[in-house]
């Protein structure tokens, strides 16, 4: 079946610092990869997506790339901010299904101290 | 441009009994999907509904179903409430497949 796995969490970050979230998924055929976020209190907000291998999504800041040799779509970030700490959720839309019904990660707790 | 909208943000009932919760698209939006986010079992798919047709539906419960309205508005209905249905309800939105999903703020579910 389709499912994602990402590393547990808290990360806990000085400012400045680099961010990695590691994230592997299984999945039939080539899925599309997104990482959204949730910050206290709120809603998810897509960060960035990628739709096919090689592909890199960006956004403020923060990349992945599609790796489909490795089944991985790692966040990273090159100097983290207080205001980037947050939950990070990893997802994939499965090939060939309906895009809005999405397999999520457990979530990762970012906290990124002065 | 408005975002998604959730009401009520937050809802406490007693076991046994049922719950609507409401959702609004964004404007021109279509497609309508649920999600319930508890800490256990993170984040899963409850259904998507584009133009008033369910289209997807997840593993739950014939307990948990729902409906969209010819305006895009969605509801979700929980009957006989268990105490394992306090979570999270988000609500996401989108122009329809292969676009983002817009979530809203979510109705935070307690059952007692």
């Known amino acids: 079946g389709n499912s994602v796995t990402q590393m547990e969490g808290p990360v806990t970050l000085s400012e400045e610092a680099f961010l990695t979230i590691n994230c592997t998924y299984t999945a039939t055929g080539y899925p599309s990869l997104f990482w959204y976020v949730q910050y206290p209190g709120e809603g998810l907000q897509l960060l960035l997506k990628a739709t096919k291998a090689d592909d890199k999504g960006s956004n403020k800041g923060f990349e992945a790339t599609y790796r489909k040799e490795t089944t991985s779509f790692h966040l990273e970030k090159g100097s983290v901010q207080v205001s980037d700490s947050a939950v990070y959720f990893c997802?994939?839309?499965?090939?060939?299904?309906?895009?809005?019904?999405?397999?999520f990660g457990t979530g990762t707790l970012l906290a990124v101290q002065p | 441009k408005a975002g998604v909208t959730q009401t009520p943000r937050y809802l406490i009932k007693t076991r046994g009994q049922q719950v609507t919760l409401s959702c609004s698209p964004i404007s021109g939006h279509r497609s309508v999907s649920w999600y319930q986010q508890t800490p256990g079992q993170g984040l899963q798919f409850l259904f998507e509904y584009f133009s008033e047709t369910q289209r997807n539906k997840g593993n739950f419960p014939g307990r948990f179903s729902g409906r969209q309205f010819s305006n895009s508005r969605s509801e979700m209905n929980v009957s006989t409430l268990e105490l394992g249905d306090s979570a999270l309800y988000l609500c996401?939105?989108?122009?329809?497949?292969?676009?983002?999903?817009?979530f809203g703020n979510g109705t935070r579910l307690t059952v007692t």
């Open positions: 996401a939105s989108s122009l329809g497949r292969d676009s983002p999903l817009h």
């Open positions: 997802a994939l839309s499965p090939y060939g299904g309906a895009t809005n019904k999405l397999i």
